[in-house]
């Protein structure tokens, strides 16, 4: 039980450092830096939607990416693993709905192995 805080914290806390701010994104949704990228978070229901575009706010194709979006729900982190969609969109599922703007951080993983966070508050 321990474990899963001690991961969302370490995870929100690495997030941190590579957030600089958070803004509206053209998808409905919420942007917040992560390294060189942005990432745009958009919660529906189950679903969630996380688009990256470069620090140009241009489209990165997401094929390659890997991601988790560790989200917040009803006061416990949920973990939800996001896979390549179409464009530039990883989507996943989580267990339980939500709601539209969760809190949390999206961890992802380039091509090239880099790493890189967004904090979302």
Same mark, same amino acid.
């Given at each position: 039980?321990?474990?899963?805080? *001690?991961?969302?914290?370490?995870? *929100?806390?690495?997030?941190?450092?590579?957030? !600089?701010? #958070?803004?509206?994104? =053209?998808?409905?949704?919420?942007? /917040?830096? /992560?390294?060189?990228?942005? %990432?745009?978070?958009? !919660? +529906?229901? #189950?679903?969630?939607? %996380?688009?990256?575009?470069? #620090?140009? =706010?241009k489209p990165v194709p997401a094929a390659g990416f890997k991601g988790t979006a560790?989200? %917040? %729900?009803?006061?416990?982190?949920?973990?939800?693993?996001? #896979?390549?969609?179409?464009?530039?969109? *990883?989507?996943? +599922?989580?267990?339980? /709905? *939500? $709601?539209?703007?969760? +809190?949390? /951080?999206?961890?992802?993983?380039?091509?090239?192995?880099?790493?890189?966070? $967004? +904090?979302?508050?």
């Amino acid at each position: 039980m321990m474990l899963p805080r *001690l991961t969302l914290a370490g995870a *929100l806390l690495a997030a941190t450092a590579a957030y !600089a701010h #958070e803004t509206a994104g =053209q998808h409905g949704g919420r942007v /917040a830096d /992560a390294g060189k990228f942005h %990432v745009e978070l958009v !919660a +529906k229901g #189950e679903t969630v939607n %996380v688009f990256v575009s470069d #620090e140009g =706010q241009k489209p990165v194709p997401a094929a390659g990416f890997k991601g988790t979006a560790i989200l %917040v %729900v009803g006061g416990k982190p949920t973990r939800v693993p996001l #896979e390549p969609a179409d464009g530039n969109r *990883l989507t996943g +599922k989580a267990a339980a /709905a *939500l $709601g539209d703007s969760p +809190k949390g /951080a999206v961890q992802l993983t380039g091509p090239d192995g880099a790493t890189a966070s $967004g +904090k979302f508050n």
